[in-house]
């Protein structure tokens, strides 16, 4: 067995277009060629696609997705802590490489990609070696199912807990029933930021799929552009992938809700359709009207899931107001390598004290659930 990398996904497209699957819509071949096509990963975002291979005889038999990073953008999962740590003792922490889904904070269910049943500390032990002669600070595996952190624990790839908001759908018959399993103060609460909006008569609309033309698409960018502005961010996705999106297999899996106020347009939110999950990615308006972003992340989309009986919504990372709208606060997990002996230690025990302080803060929030009866 023995272990390489590519500079592009296209690399590997007979075995990652079989094999490269997930519960998501974005682990995908088509996902991840889009994103290199419209250059959005690339060495001016700082996402170079450095993707590993797994060989056997000169056969791939694995895959992980991976890529150099230049910085820490587009990651949701915060590592200025290790990135000062480097510094300190005077050593560089880019170039790094991450294992994960540009721009995107959704786990997945594999860390490894395989027609074959591969055992993972025989491939972890050459993919460390591999790390060390390509001389990168530290390798990263965010938003990784439970079980699979487990056996990275087991070597030396340190687990990091983080925590996000997802709605799960309790057989609700429709928002109605879902409103009545609430407590009453957090139910009328949600039913004001609704009403507010029906009283200004603003109307949404739902697109999914090929319905989905390329100038409803040029609004939704015009949306989150305008939005990106305000909070004086920095675009991770530019016009070209969300105008390919229109022609690519990934539009089967997409919704797009639009709210308007008799024929204007104020905003946009877009939604990707998962293995029984929808998950919340994008949005923007072009002007600021109060719940509007209420409504078109999470109100729209629960409906959207209802209706079309749809287990969980995942809508991103950060955000403790979700709560209140029936989102409740869940673990997620990451692993990490260091090619540092000098810090593998304290990196060692400040995640295990982070870890700790993470689920004390879970269960906190926890209490805040605003169901009548727990839903967690």
């Known amino acids: ?37 419209s250059n959005c990963t690339n060495s001016s975002s700082g996402w170079i696609p450095q993707h590993i291979t797994i060989k056997d005889k000169g056969e791939t038999i694995g895959f992980i997705p991976n890529f150099k ?22 050593a560089d922490y880019f170039p790094k490489f991450l294992s994960g889904i540009p721009f995107t904070p959704v786990s997945r269910l594999k860390f490894i990609y395989s027609k074959k049943t591969l055992k993972i500390k025989n491939v972890l032990e050459c993919l460390k070696e591999f790390l060390k002669t390509k001389r990168i600070s530290s390798f990263h595996a965010n938003f990784i199912s439970e079980e699979i952190s487990s056996e990275l624990e087991k070597h030396d790839f340190f687990r990091r807990t983080g ?29 004001k930021e609704r009403s507010f909006l029906k009283n200004k008569k603003i109307t949404f609309v739902h697109q999914k799929g090929n319905n989905i033309k390329e100038t409803d698409i040029i609004n939704l960018y ?42 204007k347009l104020l905003g946009c939110s877009i939604h990707f359709i998962g293995d029984n999950t929808l998950y919340g990615r994008y949005w923007g308006c072009i002007e600021n009207i109060s ?45 990490h390598w260091f090619n540092n002996q000098k810090l593998n230690e304290p990196i060692k025990n400040f995640l295990k004290n982070e870890n700790h302080k993470v689920s004390e803060t879970l269960e906190y929030l926890s209490t805040f659930s605003p169901f009548a009866v727990d839903n967690s």
């Open 291 to 335: 719940y509007l972003h209420f409504e078109l992340c999470y109100y729209q989309a629960i409906e959207y899931a209802i209706k079309n009986k749809i287990q969980r919504i995942e809508a991103g990372a950060q955000g403790e107001h979700k709560i209140s709208r029936g989102y409740l606060p869940c673990l997620t997990f990451s692993n």
């Open 1 to 37: 067995m023995n272990i390489e990398s590519i500079s592009s996904i296209k690399e590997a497209e007979e075995f990652c277009k079989i094999n490269f699957t997930d519960s998501s819509p974005f682990l995908k071949y088509n996902f991840f060629k889009l994103l290199e096509d």
């Open 163 to 191: 925590i996000q908001y997802h709605w799960e759908n309790k057989s609700f018959s429709d928002f109605q029933h879902f409103l009545d399993s609430m407590k009453s103060r957090k139910k009328k609460n949600i039913q």
């Open 222 to 263: 015009d949306c989150y552009i305008n939005t990106i502005d305000k909070k004086w961010s920095r675009p991770y996705l530019n016009l070209d992938f969300f105008k390919s999106l229109v022609n690519s297999s990934s539009i089967d899996n997409i919704l797009l809700i639009s709210a308007f106020q008799k024929k």
């Open 69 to 90: 990073k230049l910085n820490s953008f587009g990651e949701y999962i915060f590592d200025q802590v290790f990135e000062q740590a480097y510094y300190q003792i005077g």
